[in-house]
């Protein structure tokens, strides 16, 4: 019989099998050191994570830490305050250390059609939030035989009555010709009339003194479907001002003047007494350069041109 411990011979190595051998009875040596005193530690550590558990759930139910979103108040615009009021969140109260908190209220004010986005929700101990989000804002009124509906800069839906806006403090143009129903509030309203007439709407913005004049924008005449010859796209001023706009920006025609240079033009048009001498309407089309402008009309304006308040 070979013996157990075979003494090496000069120079050479052990096998693979006594190699693993050696590590094992390391390890088993290691392990019987650590001994009583390996133990004590990590009974310490488990029993510390435990009680570090069991507080915290303690603490969570303490009411100094208690967080009722239902009961916030955002500090919103008179038009969408109520119904922001009203958002609905998964559980009535939570606590400052839960972990779904700010999830959570982020997510619920997210479904409002009123939000935009939420930048950001942020815990402030011991029981306060705070909440900033980017809100919808009603850019104007689309209406259809039913009723009128109000909507956003990207053409989404808001949850907003017409009567229910102070026409007289901040009045909204009105959309005519749009063919299509509305979507459901939230929902972006992608008829090719309503994101046409907000593409003039916007350019109109960039100059507040021309875009407060804006009471109805007519779009069914849109691609020329009623007539190949008239204006795809007529404003109505308050001052009962026709304006044949042409082709909205959001065309990829072209043919027609730019943007800069139809505000240029109507910027003028409309800074003139004569042009807007009370009992008369006149018009004026941007549609052509202005060397070869054509001339302003001045004819009355009809029942079909919209030119009573629905």
Known sequence: MCAKNKKLKEGGWPG????????LR??????????LQGGIVVALIVAGLVGLALARRQ???MPQYSIYPGQFRAQAPPWCAGDLAQVKFPRECYSIFDASLTADVAAAYAASPWVKAVRRVEKRFPNHLSVELDLREPAAF????????AVDNDGVCLPLAYEKWDH???????????????PEPGK?????GTLAALSVLQALATEPTL???VHFVDVSNLEGVIDPQRSEV?????????VAWGRPPNTTRFGEPSVPCKLARLRRYLSQPAALADGSSAGVDLRFPEDDAAPVSRTPVRSTDHASTP
């Open 26 to 35: 390391k390890a088993t040596t290691g392990v019987l050191s650590l001994g």
């Open 168 to 182: 007289e403090q901040r009045p909204l143009p009105l959309i005519f010709g749009v063919k299509s129903q509305p």
């Open 234 to 242: 007529l404003l109505f001023t308050r001052r009962r001002v026709r």
């Open 16 to 23: 693979f099998r006594g190699a693993l051998m050696w590590l």
């Open 59 to 61: 603490v969570s139910r």
């Open 142 to 149: 689309v209406r259809l035989p039913d009723a009128s509906h």
């Open 188 to 192: 972006r309203w992608s008829d090719p």
């Open 211 to 213: 875009f407060h004049q």
